[in-house]
């Protein structure tokens, strides 16, 4: 599968080292630029590109970056994804810590509604209740003594209401 990282940060990278020693295909992409991840790229073999180009042909494209960040992303980053490609957004809200307040969210709304419209695509909300450590180190196959679950959030966007 052809998999895309936005974000090189703690899960970011850890989700590269997960998918890639599962013999997935990974782009990876951050704010600084592609050189900044050449040692997570010889480490994994994923293959470092700059943000706007990070999602082309990708079938699942993982977000994993502050809240913040979103807005500032390229216009249409998304653009280019394979047809029926899931977007995945890691992120939680943490306005004290990382994100200030973004207006929206403090109104109500839903965070990964407000993520939506800022990608133009619908998300599903995943590895945001998981520290990086755990991430790296629990994953087992079904049927393993000790296996965790993590939750999963989305929606088919064909039931949506209009």
Same mark, same amino acid.
């Given at each position: ?13 850890? !989700?590269?080292?997960? !998918? ?5 295909? %990974? ?31 990708? *079938? !699942? ?17 998304? *653009? ?7 977007? %995945? *957004? ?8 990382? *994100?200030? #307040?973004?207006?929206? =969210?403090?109104?109500? #709304?839903?965070?990964?509604?407000? #993520?939506? +419209?800022? =990608? ?10 998981? @520290?990086?450590? @755990? ?8 049927? +393993? ?6 939750? %999963? ?10």
């Amino acid at each position: 599968m052809n998999i895309a990282i936005i974000g090189a940060g703690n899960i970011g990278a850890t !989700l590269t080292r997960r !998918l890639t020693a599962l013999g997935h295909h %990974v782009s990876i992409a951050n704010s600084r630029g592609p050189y900044t991840l050449t040692e997570l790229a010889a480490e994994t073999g994923a293959t470092p590109l700059p943000i706007a180009e990070v999602a082309t042909g990708a *079938d !699942l494209v993982i977000v994993a970056i502050p809240e913040s960040g979103i807005p500032k992303l390229p216009a249409r980053v998304l *653009d280019g994804i394979s047809a029926g490609a899931a977007v %995945v *957004d890691t992120g939680n809200y943490v306005p004290a810590l990382r *994100d200030g #307040t973004i207006a929206e =969210l403090e109104r109500g #709304t839903v965070e990964s509604r407000w #993520t939506e +419209a800022h =990608l133009g695509r619908p998300v599903i909300k995943a590895f945001n209740t998981i @520290q990086p450590q @755990q991430l790296a180190t629990r994953g087992m196959p079904a049927g +393993a003594p000790g296996r965790i679950a993590l939750p %999963v959030a989305g929606d088919d966007p064909r039931r949506r209401p209009r």
